[in-house]
T-cell receptor, first 115, second 117 residues
Framework: AQSVTQLGSHVSVSEGALVLLRCNYSSSVPPYLFWYVQYPNQGLQLLLKYTTGATLVKGINGFEAEFKKSETSFHLTKPSAHMSDAAEYFCAVSSLSGSARQLTFGSGTQLTVLP | GAVVSQHPSRVICKSGTSVKIECRSLDFQATTMFWYRQFPKQSLMLMATSNEGSKATYEQGVEKDKFLINHASLTLSTLTVTSAHPEDSSFYIC?????????????FGPGTRLTVL
């Protein structure tokens, strides 16, 4: 069984400020971890993913996340927020299901960027 | 990049009717497709896993006779909401896993907004 907890359903930052979105996971096996972004009335776009190897993962649009096994965390950060970063962000953990991996999503964090 | 389309993007129907939603992988073959449901301001909940040529696997609590899934080809999966009721109103999203893309790759469709009157 696996689960994802995203702390803070809403996060507001000023433009240019640091973005930190928190994600903790629970998994009985070594996890594969993902961050997705969703804009209103759209599907999900992959920001970054951790499978194996380097624990600091860089993604698109300047985002990065660090896998910390001891803390069971995979927090998403961006040094400087941009207005276009305003969206819903989902952390997910995966398990194998047949020929592909099945995703379990967190509850999401709505990021607001203030001018 | 890989593209997944959904049709229709938005549908409004009367209670009691059936609605079919299509999920297509446009430039790759997908052995496995996933169907999710998302309520307003909430996360995605996996409904079922669809494998080409075999029966779909439904998550606990999802009625397979209510939500019919057909994955007849490597590029198309359909979700039919039968005898829809207002409580079925939701945002339905599919994702497709490329047959040759490795286990960790999924591409999401843009979603279908279903409103049942």
């Amino acid at each position: 069984a696996q689960s994802v907890t995203q702390l803070g359903s809403h996060v507001s930052v000023s433009e240019g400020a640091l973005v930190l979105l928190r994600c903790n996971y629970s998994s009985s096996v070594p996890p594969y971890l993902f961050w997705y972004v969703q804009y209103p009335n759209q599907g999900l776009q992959l920001l970054l993913k951790y499978t194996t190897g380097a624990t600091l993962v860089k993604g698109i649009n300047g985002f990065e996340a660090e896998f910390k096994k001891s803390e069971t965390s995979f927090h998403l950060t961006k040094p400087s927020a941009h207005m276009s970063d305003a969206a819903e962000y989902f952390c997910a953990v995966s398990s194998l299901s047949g020929s592909a991996r099945q995703l379990t999503f967190g509850s999401g964090t709505q990021l607001t960027v203030l001018p | 990049g890989a593209v997944v389309s959904q049709h229709p993007s938005r549908v409004i129907c009367k209670s009691g009717t059936s609605v079919k939603i299509e999920c297509r992988s446009l430039d790759f073959q997908a052995t496995t497709m996933f169907w999710y449901r998302q309520f307003p301001k909430q996360s995605l909940m996996l409904m079922a896993t669809s494998n080409e040529g075999s029966k779909a696997t439904y998550e606990q609590g999802v009625e397979k006779d209510k939500f019919l899934i057909n994955h007849a080809s490597l590029t198309l999966s359909t979700l039919t909401v039968t005898s829809a009721h207002p409580e079925d109103s939701s945002f339905y999203i599919c994702s497709a896993a490329p047959s040759r893309g490795g286990l960790n790759t999924q591409y999401f469709g843009p979603g279908t907004r279903l409103t049942v009157l």
